[in-house]
């Protein structure tokens, strides 16, 4: 067989389990929106409607239909693009959520690469040290970054950094006064105060984002020091190493340019599921911060039973992590050869 017909069937049967996930993915998010305790007709008429007005917006919502049936015509609308309107908002949910998913991912990058410039070195520092005082040192350092509750460490780093020492902004993405005087073109508060020339604001934003991103990096980079370690243990001990120090590499040499080359693809996958995590999995830190993003968008959705945003919501997590994961097959190809 011919290297093109292999990869033929190599992307081939990637883009087939990419549908195959996808198709589950939409069954999860459908059957969730159906199992969910939440009345979504009662949501849209209320408590004290009638029998007749609770009957007729059932049937227009379409579930007096057999679950199959309802489950195609969920399909054809995911596929044109129409996934409802919110109840809470009165606005189509995928305009609330292009609303709010940049003041996430503004958030979630700041703190991953907080996560990554600290947990990449780390690791590396520890596992060069195995068993000595350094590597105690890093193991606790990340042991209470993973086990404390982001939601505490939230509400006692606002207490300490912003009400005592004032060295930071509490909560939100800027300061009250500078609500409305930038033009929101991107949606990123930093992109489009520096495109209006606003300076003022480019700086109260940043001294906004700098604890919540600070608080998840802190977290993230405690799985990423983790993983990394392990991984540099298990090319410490390879013989490529001990060679490689025999013919007179020295220690840093050794560990950069050859022991930390060979985990640069595992380490892909891991700050991208670190990233992933940190775009869906903010909730909490965004409501101690009242940070307007997906996660707080998310969680005022389940409070109110907006099965609709609720669904979508549900729906654009899973694309993420299968966006991620297809980004990291393609860094893959980029950092090893041999996967090409």
């Known amino acids: 067989m011919s290297l093109r017909r292999i990869r033929f069937y190599g992307a081939a049967g990637q883009i087939g ?3 195959v996930t996808l198709l589950g993915l939409l069954l999860l998010t459908f059957f969730i929106g159906r199992l969910m305790p939440a009345d979504p007709v009662r949501a849209i008429v209320g408590e004290d409607a009638t029998r007749e007005t609770y009957e007729q917006v059932y049937n227009a919502l379409g579930l007096d239909r ?23 908002t009165g606005q189509p949910v995928i305009q609330d959520i292009l609303h709010v998913m940049p003041a996430t991912i503004e958030l979630a990058t700041f703190a991953i690469l907080i996560g990554a410039g600290l947990g990449v070195p780390l690791g590396v ?16 350092f990340s042991l209470f970054g993973h086990s404390m509750p982001i939601f505490w460490t939230g509400m006692i780093a606002l207490i300490v950094f912003y009400a005592h020492l004032g060295l930071v902004g509490g909560s939100g993405r800027m300061d009250q006064f500078y609500i409305g005087l930038v033009e929101e073109r991107t949606g990123f508060l930093l992109i489009d105060s ?28 405690a799985y ?13 001990g390879q013989e490529y190493v001990t060679t490689a120090r025999v013919k007179g590499l020295s220690r840093n040499q050794t560990i950069w340019q050859h022991a930390f080359v060979n985990i640069r693809v595992q380490l892909v996958t891991i700050i991208a599921l670190a990233y992933g995590s940190l775009l869906e999995g903010a909730v909490l830190i965004e ?50 050869p041999r996967t090409r």
Not at 66 to 88: A, H, K, M
Not at 308 to 330: H, K, Q
Request: with cysteine; hydrophobic share 50%; net charge negative.
């Open 287 to 336: 409501t101690v911060f009242a940070w307007p993003g997906f996660g707080q968008y998310l969680t005022n959705n389940l409070i109110t039973g907006d099965m609709n945003a609720v669904m979508t919501c549900v729906l654009i997590v899973g694309v993420i992590f299968i966006g991620l994961n297809l980004l990291s097959d393609v860094l893959y190809r980029i950092f090893d």
């Open 224 to 236: 990423i020091t983790r993983m990394t370690r392990s991984f540099m243990l298990d090319q410490l």
């Open 17 to 19: 389990t990419i549908a």
């Open 66 to 88: 057999p679950l199959w049936e309802q489950f195609i015509y969920y399909l054809g609308d995911v596929f044109t693009g129409n996934f409802g309107t919110s109840i809470r």
């Open 125 to 140: 520092f520890a596992a060069v040290n195995k068993d000595r005082w350094p590597d105690h040192v890093v193991r606790v």
């Open 194 to 221: 520096l495109i209006a020339g606003e300076m003022d604001v480019f700086w109260s934003a940043v001294n906004h984002i700098i604890l919540p991103a600070a608080l998840l990096g802190y977290s993230s980079s």
